[in-house]
C-alpha cells in the first residue's frame, strides 16, 4: 500500500501562484509515476500533469507554460507550482501515485484531494 499526503491548495485570486506538494510513504517502488488530476463540480476527473522517476514529464494543454510538476525522490514527494492561475482552474485536487508493473499494467494510488480556489 501506498499513503499520500497533499497540502497546499486554499483561496487565491487571478493571476496568483499556489504550489502544491505531496508526500508518498508505504511500499514506494522505484519505477513508478506521480501526478496530479483535478476535478471541477459537475465534470470528470482530468490530467493535470504527471513526472516519471525518471524525470519525464507531461502536462495538459490547458496549463502548459503555468504549471510546473517536479519531485524529489529521496523525499518520495512530488510538487505543483501553479502560476497565473485563473477562475477555470478551481477544482479538487489529487495527487496520484502510479506503480507500474510493466508498461500496461500498473496501479493507481490517490491522495485525499485539496481545494485550490481561484477567485475573479
Known amino acids: 500500500q501506498v499513503q499520500l499526503v497533499e497540502s497546499g491548495g486554499g483561496l487565491v485570486q487571478a493571476g496568483g501562484s499556489l504550489k502544491l506538494s505531496c508526500a508518498a510513504s508505504g511500499s514506494i517502488f522505484s519505477i513508478n509515476a506521480m501526478g496530479w488530476y483535478r476535478q471541477a463540480p459537475g465534470k470528470q476527473r482530468e490530467l493535470v500533469a504527471t513526472i516519471t522517476s525518471g524525470g519525464s514529464t507531461y502536462y495538459a494543454d490547458s496549463v502548459k507554460g503555468r504549471f510546473t510538476i517536479s519531485r524529489d525522490n529521496a523525499k518520495n514527494t512530488v510538487y505543483l507550482q501553479m502560476n497565473s492561475l485563473k477562475p477555470e482552474d478551481t477544482a479538487v485536487y489529487y495527487c496520484?501515485?502510479?506503480?507500474?508493473?510493466?508498461?500496461?499494467?500498473?496501479?493507481?494510488?490517490w491522495g485525499q484531494g485539496t481545494q485550490v480556489t481561484v477567485s475573479s
Open positions: 496520484n501515485y502510479r506503480r507500474h508493473f510493466s508498461n500496461s499494467v500498473y496501479t493507481d494510488y
